[in-house]
């Protein structure tokens, strides 16, 4: 029996493990506009300049883990933590909390390993312009190409599906609102990855974690993988990024001391300058995590909308990409 087309926009979490999902039932075709494969997952010298934690209750992101036979490894929090303080740098124990794990290799592993079980390769470098409802199949256009499906999934984050796609007949306006109400995670923030030879500040009893309210660097981590040592931290959203490679080792060593100031390499990714992530209403941080979770479609449900924004559960993390494609699985 002929499988219908599906179509699935975008090659990140969501979409690469929706399509291992459904391509026994469905020709699936999935589109990426960037010219790489994981969307906010992003791996640079093996160091996750996206999402990097999991935590043992998201249990379908770890099940997802144990079938790609993938290993994951314990954040590193032993010793004390530190307060960049206006009157000096103060170490303190912090209260426990529930551990994090981290994947051996970085989240990148489990975006290649879905790849390697798809029927069909990526469409890469294919930006979506329009998405059209005729003769009761969907016209994809892109740049490009265009494509007909009976199906299409779109895994972009909701402000970018509506601001980056014209849609025909249009999104009714009470579609189009809560879509561009719903932040995008990661939408405002940058990571920057300092490696170093080797982990000096274990050595000093030291967790790696800091906070700082003096910048540029606001939450600071351990970063260390298995063959390279490295702190990691959030770039404060205030940062005009002036003499930033500069200002931030001003800050590490002044954290952790001498050994800080002579990096190997330095690592910074603003996710909002990410066009295919962030849209200009991502650009201010977010004050608490939203309340994610929405149920949408287009098309007289042709169109389904998707993505770890969409998911009730872990709405925002790698879980809540998971539980979406999963979800997704028992709708269709």
């Given amino acids: 029996m002929k499988k219908k087309k599906l179509v699935i926009i975008g090659a990140g979490l969501s979409g690469l493990y929706s399509a291992v999902l459904l391509q026994d039932k469905y020709d699936v075709t999935i589109i990426e506009a960037r010219n790489r494969t994981g969307g906010r997952i992003m791996g640079i010298d093996g160091h996750d300049m996206g999402p990097s934690w999991i935590w043992p209750h998201q ?6 883990i144990e079938i790609l036979d993938l290993e994951l490894f314990s954040q590193y929090t032993e010793g004390l933590a530190s307060y960049d ?8 124990r912090p209260s426990q909390t529930g551990p994090s794990f981290r ?3 970085g989240i990148s592993q489990m975006v290649r390993a879905l790849e390697n079980r798809l029927e069909n390769p990526v469409k890469l470098n294919e930006k979506v312009l329009s998405l059209t409802q ?5 016209v994809v256009k892109t740049l490009d190409t265009t494509y007909e499906a009976e199906m299409v999934i779109s895994t972009l984050p909701p402000r970018l599906a509506v601001e980056s796609i014209a849609y025909s007949p249009a999104l009714p306006e009470a579609l189009h609102t809560q879509l561009q109400n719903i932040p995008t995670w990661m939408g405002y923030a940058a990571k920057c990855v300092i490696e ?3 982990a000096f500040w274990r050595d000093k009893g030291l967790s790696g974690f800091a906070i700082s309210h003096l910048g540029p660097l606001g939450e600071i981590h351990d970063a260390c993988t298995h063959e390279k040592a490295a702190l990691f931290g959030f770039v ?31 690592h910074l990714v603003d996710w909002k300058k990410e066009p295919y992530t962030s849209t200009p209403l991502d650009a201010m941080p977010l004050r608490e995590h939203p309340s994610y979770g929405f149920n949408a479609t287009h098309f007289d449900g042709q169109l389904i909308f998707l993505g770890t924004e969409s998911s009730f559960v872990e709405g925002g993390y790698l879980e809540g990409a998971v539980t979406s494609a999963l979800g997704l699985l028992k709708r269709l």
């Fill in 236 to 266: 404060h959203s205030t940062e005009k990024y002036e003499n930033f490679e500069e200002d931030v080792i001003q800050q590490l060593t002044r954290l952790y001391g001498r050994k800080a100031s002579d990096p190997i390499n330095f």
């Fill in 196 to 198: 170093y030879a080797d």
């Fill in 59 to 64: 249990k379908n992101i770890l099940k997802l």
């Fill in 85 to 92: 303080a206006p009157d000096g740098v103060q170490h303190f």
């Fill in 103 to 105: 994947l051996k290799g």
């Fill in 134 to 138: 005729l003769n009761e199949m969907i």
